[in-house]
């Protein structure tokens, strides 16, 4: 009688095992994220515990000598560029307990994946971003999330697909033509452009 207990003991072990991966382990099983304009799931939202290392090949930027237990999501562009963090286990406002994140953008398909950006987390910020782009409208994308020396745990993911606004200028006759109010970010403003008096006598230049 010991023989069928033992094995039924191992049947459970192996199933509650098999119960404990995350649903989206796999490429082709991937979390499908429906809004990725300015988007955060939320502190702990998501959690890699229990996650294996995929089939497809390790992105240029993990470590390629340790385990990759990795996780993923796919969206659908709605613009041309993106900016994607990971946000784990912080001293403020942390996003999870993850540690020492990574993470990688594709196009492509589970099949055939070409990738895009990756970023890892070598200075135990617990924390990575990224920017992407050009993507394509309507194209399908994965997000592979990871940690470095195998790392597990919870932790915030963070999407904005947005359009990027053209480098602005100095002048009337070559401003930028905003397609909406959408908000956004000039990094640098240097100087009155070629021509001064586009304002009147205002003494712009000074």
């Given at each position: 009688m010991r023989l069928p207990y033992t094995l039924s003991i191992l049947a459970?072990?192996?199933?509650?095992l098999a119960m404990a991966q995350p649903a989206n382990d796999e490429c082709i099983n991937?979390?499908?994220?429906?809004?990725?304009?300015?988007?955060?799931?939320?502190?702990?939202a998501f959690n890699s515990t229990g996650a294996?290392?995929?089939?497809?090949?390790?992105?240029?930027?993990?470590?390629?000598?340790?385990?990759?237990?990795?996780?993923?999501?796919?969206?659908?562009?709605?613009?041309?560029?993106?900016?994607?963090?990971?946000?784990?286990n912080l001293t403020v406002n942390a996003g999870g307990t993850l540690n020492l994140p990574q993470l990688a953008l594709y196009r492509g398909d589970c099949n055939n994946l070409d990738e895009i950006e990756c970023t890892s987390d070598a200075f135990n910020n617990n924390a990575v971003q990224t920017f992407g782009g050009p993507l394509i409208v309507g194209n399908t994308y994965y997000i592979r999330v990871s940690?470095?020396?195998?790392?597990?745990?919870?932790?915030?993911?963070?999407?904005?697909?947005?359009?990027?606004?053209?480098?602005?200028?100095?002048?009337?006759?070559?401003?930028?033509?905003?397609?909406?109010?959408?908000?956004?970010?000039?990094?640098?403003i240097n100087g009155v452009g070629n021509v001064s008096g586009e304002i009147g006598n205002t003494g712009c230049s000074a």
């Open positions: 459970l072990l192996l199933s509650t991937a979390t499908p994220l429906n809004n990725v304009s300015n988007w955060c799931s939320g502190a702990g294996t290392e995929s089939a497809q090949e390790s992105p240029t930027c993990f470590p390629n000598t340790q385990a990759n237990n990795d996780v993923w999501f796919s969206f659908q562009a709605i613009a041309t560029d993106i900016n994607i963090s990971v946000v784990g940690a470095r020396v195998g790392g597990t745990g919870t932790f915030e993911l963070c999407v904005n697909n947005f359009n990027q606004v053209p480098e602005p200028s100095g002048d009337c006759m070559t401003g930028v033509i905003l397609c909406d109010k959408s908000p956004f970010t000039v990094d640098f």
